[in-house]
């Protein structure tokens, strides 16, 4: 009898040991808080859906949803790069480089373009979950597919001689965030740069000159000149060091 009564109370307060150590590890693994520089986003239904946790708000855990995603993605400028072949006007086929900088404005739209990052799946505090690595193949299935969409088609009617490389820029600019914002991304800026072959970066020089030549009232003699250096034949000269002569005896 004794006996019994002293079992229960044991049982008891193992119990609630028990309880006591269940409730502090929910309570710790529930200390999660997303950053100013995050924007964190769960689903509780496998992708379905998506909730953003704004900064400073404790990020929940999945507990036993299997079903229960987060990802987090960057609250700051990112960079891009990327080249292609574009046809300019009058068919000239340039090597296009673009260098970009964004800002991921709408995460949940984002996401929903670019459904794979949602099994990064990183804790709001592993340094891990800001790797920018892991946004480069967002970046080129959301961000270069449509820049270079809208490159082409503005390109198309651009003189590579006579065009305005910085207001093409801003076009370019203009015209993608058209495109981009609608998926929760911005563009701060773009670089565009073109890279012509041999024979196209002659016929610029040459087009060039002969707008200095005709300035000058020297049309014709513009002429002459740059004939004579097409026609002309490029010489090689090597200078070569001669062994030392031997000594006279």
């Known amino acids: 009898m004794c006996l019994g009564g002293l079992i229960k109370p044991f049982y008891m307060k193992t119990f609630f040991k028990l309880l006591g150590f269940c409730f502090l590890f929910i309570v710790i693994e529930s200390c999660s808080y997303s950053k100013s520089n995050q924007q964190v986003l ?25 079903c229960y995603m987060k990802v987090v993605i960057p609250n700051f400028p990112m960079q891009g790069d990327m080249d292609f072949v574009a046809n300019l ?34 804790d709001a505090d592993d340094n891990a979950a800001l790797d920018p690595s892991a946004f480069e193949g967002a970046e080129n299935i959301v961000i270069d ?42 563009l701060n800026f773009i670089t565009l740069t073109f890279d012509p072959d041999e024979q196209t970066r002659q016929a610029i020089d040459v087009s060039t000159a002969m707008k200095i030549y005709k300035s000058k009232g020297l049309e014709d003699l513009g002429k002459q000149v740059i004939s004579a250096r097409a026609g002309a034949t490029k010489v090689s000269v090597e200078n070569k060091v001669l062994p030392a002569s031997p000594p006279a005896e």
């Open 89 to 122: 006007a009058e068919k000239v086929r340039v090597k296009t480089l673009i260098d970009y900088d964004y800002s991921i404005t709408g995460a949940i739209q984002f996401i929903k373009q670019a459904k794979f990052l949602g099994k990064a799946n990183k």
């Open 42 to 66: 769960v689903s509780s239904d496998c992708g379905v859906s998506w909730t953003q946790i704004n900064a400073g708000e404790s990020v929940p855990k999945g507990g036993l949803n299997y």
């Open 145 to 186: 597919k449509r820049i270079k969409d809208v490159a082409k088609a503005l390109f198309i009617n651009e003189d590579i001689i006579e065009m305005d490389q910085q207001d093409l820029e801003n076009k370019l600019l203009q015209e993608s965030n058209k495109v981009l914002e609608p998926l929760g991304v911005h």
